[in-house]
């Protein structure tokens, strides 16, 4: 399933990116968990990319991206990445093909993660897992090529396109 971003979306999504990095930047100097050391906002950009294309996948309005406020999930401050069918989803995004599902934190308001490979607008959705499903201390610790604890799945964990909008779509 290829999603694309047109030129006004991407251009949205670059002000909500720098929205969300001066709020956070407000409240804690240093990005604990910036990627990209050549661009402060590039994990931001793409996220918020990644979050407006499944929107506009689902057809439904993207609210939540554009609440621009530091959401700590540590606080219960994080209502996830939009809201459909009374679900509540995390969009992850990653400009890596093979890229794996993480999430450094659990977030109790989240029922679905939904993964996103690409970059620059053009996305795939490349599978989603239930959060129940994540949250097992088997997938927590640092796992290979990475630094931080975290939760991890790999893509062949994952449900595939079609299955997460079965499981979505009732």
Known sequence: MHITLNEAEKRLCLFVARSRNAAAREVAPEDALRVSPKDPIFVDYEGAMGELAFSK?????????????????????????????GLVIDVKTTIHKTGRLISFRKNPAINMFVLLTGQDGEYDVAGGMWSSDLYLPSRYGIHSGL??????ATQDELLDSRQVMESISF
């Not at 630094?147 to 991890?152: H, L, Q, V």
């Open 147 to 152: 630094s931080k604890e975290c939760y991890c």
């Open 57 to 85: 996948q689902l057809g439904v309005y993207p609210k939540e991206i554009f609440e621009i406020y530091h959401r700590s999930s540590l606080d219960g401050e994080d209502p996830g990445d939009l809201t459909f069918n």
